[in-house]
């Protein structure tokens, strides 16, 4: 498996066609609650999805002969999709049955769904919609400390904050690929502190050739095949 998504190997974010398009093709499902009177801030959203991920790779359930762990290889063998939907009330209380494990930020909740086939959603999450998850900060964030994680957001990219949580989530799952087991340990014992930011635009060009994990995207939705997303700038990859 290939953990570095510039690679030229067989990476899961390319945009060519590769030996994970044979395999079959799961996507992990991730759930943002949205309520009319109360949205989340857009980069608390964007954070608790990347830790909404970090916290399903290293449940327990997930690794050796968890319940979910069949599910998570099947999805990770494959092309690494993830799709963030939004709910509210009712459908909020129907997704949180299913599988899965909620993640509160701030101001954020996400809840991300056990790996199901591609093109075998459960209903409950199958009626949730993409689209409406345009988010907006109140006030802009504060400086990320350099001593955590921080995600690069690509300056140049404008994306919904939906296809956003979706990329962050990517680099995130990216650096914990990179991290040894010790690294890992670490930052799950810490409760995975982490920041999305969005890089300034003179900076950007060093980020992507710094050799940290760079995700690009392979143009489902939104976005050029092979745009680069997001750099995970995590402390212990840093050279």
Do not use: Y
């Not at 997704?95 to 909620?102: F, K, M």
């Not at 409406?132 to 400390?145: I, K, M, R």
């Not at 991290?179 to 014992?189: G, K, N, P, V």
């Not at 995207?217 to 997303?229: M, N, R």
């Amino acid at each position: 498996m290939s953990h570095d998504a510039t690679s030229s190997g067989d990476s899961p974010f390319r945009s060519e066609l590769g030996a994970r398009d044979a395999a079959p093709q799961f996507v992990l499902p991730l759930v943002v609650r949205i309520e009319r009177s109360a949205p989340p801030a857009r980069t608390d959203a964007l954070e608790t999805a990347a830790r909404a991920v970090l916290v399903m790779l290293s449940d327990e359930r997930s690794v050796g002969d968890g319940e979910w762990a069949q599910a998570v290889r099947d999805w990770q063998d494959a092309r690494i999709r993830k799709v963030v939907r939004r709910a509210r009330g009712a459908e909020w209380r129907r997704a949180e049955g299913l599988p899965g494990v909620t993640v509160t930020g701030k101001s954020a909740e996400v809840r991300v769904f056990v790996p199901v086939p591609l093109d075998g959603w459960p209903k409950e999450l199958a009626k949730l919609q993409v689209s409406g998850t345009d988010l907006d900060d109140p006030e802009p964030p504060v400086a990320a400390d350099p001593s955590a994680p921080v995600l690069w957001m690509n300056p140049e990219l404008g994306m919904s904050a939906g296809k956003a949580m979706a990329q962050a989530g990517h680099a995130a799952q990216l650096a914990w690929w990179e991290l040894s087991d010790a690294e890992r340990d670490t930052w799950r014992e810490a409760g995975f502190p982490l920041a999305v930011r969005t890089a300034d635009a003179g900076r950007w060009p060093e980020l992507t050739s710094s050799g940290l994990p760079l995700v690009r995207d392979a143009g489902f939705t939104e976005i050029a095949p092979g745009s680069c997303t997001v750099v995970a700038d995590h402390p212990a990859l840093r050279v």
